[in-house]
């Protein structure tokens, strides 16, 4: 299905990288290693861990965090504090999760984009893919109704079918806030411009197994699969004319989301002793793992199927 008609449109100076996995299934556990420069395996030295916005924040960038979750999460919670304006828009929505569309960030998203500052970075948290899946995206976007769907078996529920469909349609709906949002981003006067897309972890839709959703005790791959994709403007282009070229090159190598601080940074021009090129899609000098442990299984051998089979031996007899 094309769920994402705009996001696979995107022109020559967009990277997709196309083998990366999120450390954790769950948001809490994956966001606060994507966002700090602590590893999963590190466990709770996050606390300890500088944060993308306390390193942009250092390198003279105002920050700013907006976000259509609420501010329940501790960890989340803290690193948002950090920036320099922080907005829940679930204060100005009485909270309420039904009807309350990633769309209707876009007003705060532009008043941040109109800010005066000289150097800016912008968190925007969405709903995303969360479940409820209807929940997610207004009516416009019920494409998705018939039975046309691949899954774990070839007999499924109509309940089952409904909630593949309303996913895919909160997909569709995220691809146009991301239309929505870039349009805004490419009319601001600033040359130097970027925009990165990821996800803190993926779902589970009756694909592999008969589950919905995303949890450590029955992991799969789709939990873990995510997107990760940077648009960068011609002026950021021009300015580091090698950027592009070495993430187009760095595009189908392994990577582990919970070195997304390095990436982030040095896709920020910033440059530390806690920022690690090896870690980094953006550095020729990139290393990527051979073998990525979620929940201690392997993803390249116990989860990922989705690799290309062999061929059969063939056995002749006399």
Do not use: C
Not at 168 to 191: C, F, G, I, M, R
Request: glycine share 4%.
């Amino acid at each position: 299905r094309n769920t994402t008609p705009f996001i696979s449109q995107l022109e020559e100076n967009t990277v997709i990288f196309n083998n990366v996995i999120s450390s954790h299934a769950q948001t809490n556990a994956s966001l606060r290693v994507a966002l700090t420069s602590a590893t999963a395996e590190q466990g709770n030295n996050y606390r300890q861990a500088l944060s993308i916005i306390d390193t942009a924040n250092m390198a003279g960038f105002k920050t700013w965090w907006i976000s259509n979750q609420q501010p329940l999460r501790a960890t989340l919670a803290s690193i948002a504090d950090q920036a320099d304006e922080t907005q829940f828009i679930s204060n100005d929505y009485q909270g309420v999760e039904v009807n309350r569309y990633d769309g209707f960030m876009l007003p705060y998203i532009e008043d941040a984009l109109a800010d005066e500052a000289q150097h800016k970075v912008i968190f925007i948290h969405m709903m995303g893919s969360h479940a409820q899946y209807s929940n997610r995206y207004p009516e416009d976007f019920n494409n998705f109704k018939d039975n046309d769907v691949q899954a774990y078996q070839d007999e499924l529920s109509q309940g089952k079918i409904n909630s593949i469909n309303q996913y895919d349609n909160s997909v569709l709906y995220t691809d146009s806030v991301v239309k929505e949002t870039l349009a805004l981003l490419k009319n601001n006067p600033a040359k130097i411009k970027a925009l990165t897309l990821f996800s803190d972890h993926g779902e589970e839709i009756y694909d592999k197994i008969n589950v919905k959703g995303h949890s450590p005790d029955n992991v799969t791959a789709d939990m873990v699969e995510v997107p990760l994709i940077t648009w960068v403007s011609k002026g950021f282009e021009q300015a580091k004319p090698d950027s592009i070229k070495t993430m187009k090159m760095n595009s189908e190598l392994s990577f582990r989301l919970d070195n997304l601080f390095h990436y982030a940074n040095r896709l920020m021009g910033i440059s530390s002793a806690h920022i690690i090129p090896s870690k980094s899609l953006t550095s020729v000098s990139f290393i990527s793992e051979q073998e990525r442990k979620i929940y201690k299984k392997s993803y390249e051998h116990d989860l990922r199927y989705r690799l290309p089979k062999k061929p059969q031996e063939v056995v002749s007899k006399d």
